[in-house]
C-alpha cells in the first residue's frame, strides 16, 4: 500500500480534516483535544505570542480566587529565584575575577571567598524557592481543579433539558467538560512560563551589569535557539495533526474489534476478515504516513541542533575577538560563557511553555465560552420567594405546543386536556405522536413553545419548582442505567428521604423487581455496572423493572410513566398494571403505552397524533365512536387472536 503526504510548511494553515490517502472510514468530528494543536499550527510561527498577555492574565486570576496564599508564595519565589540567578552570576564573575587576579593561589582563593559564600548562598535560596514552588504548585493543583470543574457540573447539571436538543450546545459543552482539565494546565503553564521569563531576564540584566558588550553574545546565542525550538514545536503540531485522523479511525476499529458491545455481532455476522482487512488498511497508511513524519522531524530537530551549535560557536569567536581586542576581562568572558548556558535553558522553557500555554489557552477559551452560552439556559429564578405548591387537585393543560429545534412541524401542537386527582389517565397513539414530550412538558423537564400548565389553577411557573418536582415521580421511557447498586437505583427515586430497606423492598414489590434483585450475587447491595469489581449486567427487562420500582418509591402525587412495560415478560407486566391500578381513586397516575389492553381501566384515554390531540375519552366511548383509538385497539386484539388460532 503506498501513501502519499505532503509537506507542511510551518506559517500554512492545516486544513480541519487533514487528507486521508485512501479513505477507509467516513469523515469524523474534530475532536476537542485537536483544538488547541489545530490552532497552534494555524496560528503560524510567531502568531502564538498573541493573545498571551490576556491568557496570562486569566490564569493568575483563576488561580488567586482558588487560593490565594499559594498563588502569592508561587509567584513570589518564582521572582526571588529571578532575582537570585542574577546575584548568583555577579558572584560568579567576582570568584572569576579573583581567581583569575596575579598573585600566589592562596591569596587568590582567598580573596575570592566571600564571592564565593555569596553564590552558593544565591545558589541555596535558589534551591530552597524551588521547593517552595513545587509545595505550593502541589497545593494549587487540586484546588483549581475543583474549582474549574465544580463551576461547569454545577452549570450542566443546572441547564434547562432543552438546552441539550441542540447538537451544537452538546459538542460545545463536550468540549468544554474535557476542557476543564485545561484550567489547571494553564495555571501551570503560566507559572512555569513567568518562572522561564524572569530566569532569562535575570541573565540579561547579569551580563548587562558585567559588559554591555556580552548583550551582545547573549544575543547571538539565544535568538537563533529561540527559533529553532519555536520551528520545533511548530512541525510537532503539526505532523501530529497531520496523522490525526487516521490514528482515530483506529481507535474506532480498535473498539469494533475489541470491546463486549460489538462482539457478539462480529461473531454473528461473520465480521472478522472485513474489520481486520480494515485494519490492514488504515494501519498501512498509518504507518506509511508515519515513517515521512519521524523523517521531517528529525529534520528539523537536527536543524534546531545544527543552529544551536552554531550560535554557541559564534559566541565563542565574538568572546574571543573582544578579549583580543581587550574590550571585556577574561572574567567577564568566562562568566559569559556560563550566562549563554542558562540563558539558552531558559529560552526552551520559555518556548516550550508558551507552545503550552497557547494550547491549553485554546481549550481554556471553550470552558469559559460554554460556561457563558449555558447561561441562556439556565431555569429562571424569581426574585421573590415562590409559594409551595399544594397536593394536586387539578392539573389543567391549556393550549400546550412544544417545537424541537431544526424539526419543521412541532412536536406537541396545541394540547389542551384536564386531569382530575385520583385519575389513571392513558396517552395512547402511534410512535412519535407526541405522548413522551407532553409527559415532559407536564413534568416540567421541558418548557411549552407555546400554552400553560396550570397545578391547582395556578401557572407551574408560579410555584417553588423544586417542591413542585418532589410531588411527581417520572418513569421515562429512555431510563439511564445508573453505575450504583440496586438499593441505590430504587432509593433514587426519592434521593432526599433516608433510604430506608423497608421502603425501598416495598416499591420493587410493586415493579416486581424484588424477587429478581434477591437472586443477584448481593441482592440489593449488587452493583450494577460490569466496570466494578463483582459488578453486575442486568437485562432489558430487569432494569425496567428497576427504573419502574424507583418510580413507585415516592408516594408522589403525580406519577408519569413513559412505556414502562416495553420490555416485561407478561408476569411482570401483569404485576406492575395491579400497582398502577392500586394507585387509581388516590393518586393521580399519567401512564403511556402501546400496549392498549392496559388502559382500558384507565379513567380517561387521550389519544394523540401528530401532535395533536385527536379524541379523548374512556375505553367504551372511545371504542364505540369508533376513530382511530378503536382502529388500533381492533388491529392489536386481532394479533392476539391470530396468535391463539394455531392451537385452537
Ligand atoms: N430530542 C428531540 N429532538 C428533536 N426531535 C425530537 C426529539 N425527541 C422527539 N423528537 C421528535 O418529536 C416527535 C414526537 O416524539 P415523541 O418522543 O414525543 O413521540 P412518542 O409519541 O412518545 O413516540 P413513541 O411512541 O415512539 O415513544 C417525533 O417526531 C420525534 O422524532
Not at 513567568?194 to 551589569?209: D, E, I, K, P, R
Not at 503550552?356 to 489557552?361: L, M, N, P, S, Y
Not at 452493583?527 to 459488578?535: C, I, V
Not at 380517561?604 to 385497539?633: D, K, S
Request: charged fraction near 20%; glycine fraction near 8%.
Amino acid at each position: 500500500m503506498s501513501a502519499t503526504t505532503r509537506e507542511t510548511r510551518p506559517d500554512e494553515p492545516v486544513p480541519d480534516r487533514p487528507e486521508e490517502p485512501e479513505p477507509v472510514l467516513p469523515e469524523l468530528r474534530p475532536m476537542w483535544w485537536e483544538q488547541g494543536m489545530r490552532a497552534r499550527v494555524n496560528a503560524g510561527l510567531f502568531g502564538v505570542f498573541t493573545g498571551m498577555p490576556r491568557l496570562i492574565v486569566e490564569a493568575l486570576k483563576i488561580s488567586w480566587s482558588a487560593d490565594r496564599v499559594r498563588t502569592g508564595i508561587v509567584a513570589a519565589s518564582t521572582l526571588t529565584s529571578g532575582a537570585m540567578a542574577t546575584f548568583g552570576l555577579l558572584a560568579t564573575q567576582r570568584v572569576l575575577v579573583a581567581l583569575f587576579a596575579a598573585g600566589p593561589t592562596p591569596d587568590r582563593v582567598r580573596a575570592a571567598l566571600p564571592a564565593l559564600a555569596l553564590l552558593a548562598f544565591a545558589t541555596a535560596v535558589r534551591g530552597a524557592l524551588g521547593i517552595a514552588t513545587g509545595y505550593a504548585m502541589n497545593g494549587l493543583t487540586p484546588r483549581v481543579n475543583q474549582r474549574a470543574e465544580r463551576r461547569l457540573f454545577e452549570t450542566t447539571t443546572a441547564v434547562r433539558l432543552d438546552a441539550f436538543d441542540q447538537d451544537s450546545f452538546a459538542d460545545s459543552m463536550e468540549r468544554a467538560s474535557r476542557g476543564s482539565d485545561s484550567v489547571i494546565d494553564l495555571v501551570q503553564g503560566v507559572m512555569n512560563l513567568l518562572a522561564g521569563v524572569v530566569s532569562l531576564c535575570a541573565v540579561t540584566v547579569a551580563v548587562v551589569v558585567i559588559h554591555p558588550l556580552l548583550l551582545v553574545a547573549l544575543v547571538v546565542a539565544t535568538a537563533p535557539n529561540g527559533y529553532a525550538a519555536l520551528r520545533a514545536g511548530h512541525v510537532k503540531f503539526g505532523t501530529y495533526l497531520e496523522s490525526s485522523a487516521r490514528r482515530r479511525r483506529m481507535w474506532v476499529l480498535h473498539r469494533l474489534m475489541a470491546e463486549r458491545v460489538s462482539a457478539s455481532e462480529l461473531r454473528s455476522y461473520g465480521l472478522r476478515d472485513f474489520v481486520l482487512g480494515l485494519y490492514d488498511r488504515v494501519m498501512g497508511a498509518q504507518t506509511a504516513v508515519e515513517m515521512v513524519l519521524a523523517r521531517r522531524m528529525t529534520t528539523t530537530t537536527s536543524l534546531g541542533a545544527v543552529i544551536s551549535g552554531l550560535a554557541t560557536a559564534g559566541v565563542y569567536v565574538l568572546l574571543g575577538v573582544l578579549l583580543l581586542e581587550g574590550r571585556i576581562p577574561l572574567a567577564a568572558a568566562a562568566t559569559c560563557v556560563v550566562a549563554v548556558q542558562a540563558a539558552q535553558r531558559a529560552l526552551v522553557q520559555v518556548t516550550f511553555q508558551t507552545d503550552r500555554v497557547f494550547t491549553d489557552g485554546q481549550h481554556f477559551n471553550e470552558y469559559v465560552a460554554f460556561l457563558s452560552r449555558a447561561d441562556a439556559h439556565l431555569p429562571r429564578r424569581s426574585e421573590q420567594t415562590p409559594p409551595q405548591p399544594g397536593p394536586l387537585r387539578e392539573l389543567i393543560v391549556r393550549g400546550i405546543s412544544h417545537h424541537y429545534p431544526e424539526r419543521d412541524t412541532p412536536a406537541v401542537d396545541d394540547v389542551t386536556l384536564t386531569i382530575r386527582a385520583g385519575q389513571t389517565v392513558a396517552l395512547v397513539g402511534e410512535n412519535g405522536s407526541g405522548k413522551s414530550t407532553l409527559a415532559a412538558l407536564i413534568a416540567g423537564l421541558r418548557d411549552p413553545s407555546a400554552g400553560v400548565l396550570l397545578w391547582n389553577d395556578r401557572p407551574v411557573t408560579d410555584w417553588d419548582i423544586t417542591a413542585l418536582q418532589g410531588r411527581i415521580s417520572v418513569v421515562l421511557q429512555e431510563h439511564h442505567k445508573w453505575p450504583f447498586t440496586a438499593a441505590t437505583n430504587l432509593a433514587m427515586g426519592d434521593i432526599d428521604t433516608p433510604p430506608e430497606r423497608q421502603r425501598i423492598e416495598d416499591a420493587a414489590r410493586l415493579a416486581a423487581a424484588h424477587d429478581m434483585i434477591l437472586e443477584l450475587p448481593h441482592g440489593y447491595d449488587t452493583l450494577l455496572d460490569r466496570t466494578f469489581a463483582e459488578g453486575q449486567d442486568l437485562s432489558g427487562g430487569q432494569w425496567q423493572r428497576i427504573t419502574a420500582g424507583r418510580g413507585f418509591l415516592r408516594d408522589a402525587d403525580l406519577l408519569i410513566m413513559d412505556e414502562p412495560s416495553s420490555a416485561l415478560d407478561p408476569r411482570a407486566e401483569d404485576t406492575l398494571f395491579q400497582a398502577i391500578r392500586g394507585r387509581q381513586g388516590h393518586r393521580t397516575t399519567i401512564l403511556i403505552t402501546h400496549r392498549l389492553a392496559n388502559v382500558v381501566h384507565a379513567d380517561r384515554i387521550f389519544v394523540m397524533h401528530h401532535g395533536r390531540l385527536v379524541e379523548e375519552g374512556t375505553h367504551g366511548e372511545l371504542i364505540a365512536a369508533g376513530g382511530r383509538y378503536a382502529e388500533l385497539f381492533a388491529l392489536q386484539s386481532a394479533g392476539y387472536q391470530i396468535g391463539r388460532c394455531p392451537g385452537a
